[in-house]
Nanobody
Framework: QVQLVESGGGLVQAGDSLRLSCAYS????????MGWFRQAPGKTRELVGS????????YYAESVKGRFTISRDNAKNTAYLQMNSLKPEDTADYYC?????????????????????WGQGTQVTVSS
């Protein structure tokens, strides 16, 4: 069974940076597309961005484009979310997610919210 464990959250000030990590175990990481989501208090969960199984393509929500970067290291079975120029409105619980999609064969759009496996989340708080 796939397990995802996020780490790297914390309390930072506006303008600071954080890097979240998502450690994958259980199956073949390099066969899975990865997504990062967030959920702020009282709000619905939203897709922050995604990265394909081989890392050759990424997608970002407009709210984070130019500030956040998603990457992956298939040798380390880990995905990352680099967050720069953080704003108070970025405060949320951040989740990574995985879905099997080698070669993009399942035809999911980059902004699809459909994922099979989820981590437990890590909290990010940005103070003004």
């Amino acid at each position: 069974q796939v397990q995802l464990v996020e780490s790297g959250g914390g309390l930072v000030q506006a303008g600071d940076s954080l890097r979240l990590s998502c450690a994958y175990s259980g199956r073949t990481f390099s066969s899975h597309a990865m997504g990062w989501f967030r959920q702020a208090p009282g709000k619905t969960r939203e897709l922050v961005g995604s990265i394909t199984w081989n890392g050759d393509s990424t997608y970002y929500a407009e709210s984070v484009k130019g500030r956040f970067t998603i990457s992956r290291d298939n040798a380390k079975n880990t995905a990352y979310l680099q967050m720069n120029s953080l704003k108070p409105e970025d405060t949320a619980d951040y989740y990574c997610a995985a879905r099997w999609d080698k070669y993009g064969s399942r035809g999911y759009a980059p902004d699809s919210p459909e994922y099979e496996y989820w981590g437990q989340g890590t909290q990010v708080t940005v103070s003004s």
